[in-house]
């Protein structure tokens, strides 16, 4: 489209290129074709640093930061947002997988309402432990915010968390708008989340609907990329 503003994709990543690979390629594909990805690391993983080196997509734009001292995930988001030149924000975690017109549909959803920023109620969810797909339960999931870079809080200084928190206060002020679209987001249970299994147990699995073999298997395929 000819009236596209820029969403800029955050991306803070450490030491796992093979997840960040699988969502560079998501980012790649996407259908909304304004955007640039912000990939964050910190300086002492060289071998984010060196794939990085690797691509020659000028769309992708890595940012170091020193390791010392030690930030915390809040604060690397903040430094990612202030790297940005979008519009538009989007968060972009890399260990999950984004379908390929989420930045349309979701850029779309604000468009379409008098809200400067959007989150997918439902997404698919996947156990990489069990291989086992399932469909949330609805909310507003923190990481499939899409928002106009103006209207995002500032995010706290925490280790985790810290997206919860923004996604409270947008809605206090009544800035978000939801859109019930599943497919647009598959959140991964790997076992090196910032979340450990019992969270995802204890929290996520029990208002989870398993979908069926065949569509799990879709969902496989889907991340094998």
Same mark, same amino acid.
């Given at each position: ?60 734009? @890595? ?5 010392? @001292?030690? =930030? ?42 008098? &809200? ?14 069990? &291989? ?35 996604? &409270? ?5 009544? &800035?978000?708008?939801? =859109? ?29 609907? @398993? ?15």
């Amino acid at each position: 489209m000819s009236d596209e503003r820029l969403v800029s994709c955050l991306c803070v990543t450490r030491n796992r290129v093979p997840m960040l690979r699988r969502a560079i390629s998501c980012f790649l594909n996407q259908t909304y074709q304004h955007r640039e990805l912000v990939v964050l690391y910190e300086a002492d993983d060289p071998a984010t640093r060196d794939y990085l080196a690797t691509l020659s997509e000028p769309s992708i734009r @890595p940012v170091e930061v020193p390791t010392s @001292p030690k =930030l915390l995930l809040g604060v690397l988001r903040n430094i990612s947002i202030q790297a940005s030149r979008g519009h538009y924000v989007a968060q972009w975690d890399d260990d999950d997988w984004h379908g390929p017109t989420r930045l349309a549909e979701q850029i779309g959803a604000i468009r379409g309402s008098n &809200k400067p920023a959007c989150v997918l109620l439902r997404w698919v969810m996947y156990d990489e432990a069990t &291989k086992v797909a399932f469909l949330s339960a609805s909310r507003t999931w923190e990481g499939s915010l899409v928002a106009e870079r103006s209207a995002v809080p500032r995010y706290p200084d925490l280790r985790r968390g810290e997206d919860s928190d923004v996604i &409270k206060r947008m809605l206090s002020e009544n &800035k978000l708008v939801g =859109l019930d679209r599943p497919h647009l987001y598959v959140y991964i249970y790997h076992g090196a989340n910032t979340w450990e299994r019992s969270h995802w147990q204890e929290n996520l699995l029990p208002f989870a609907q @398993p979908l069926t073999p065949e569509n799990t298997e879709r969902v496989r395929s889907l991340l094998m990329l």
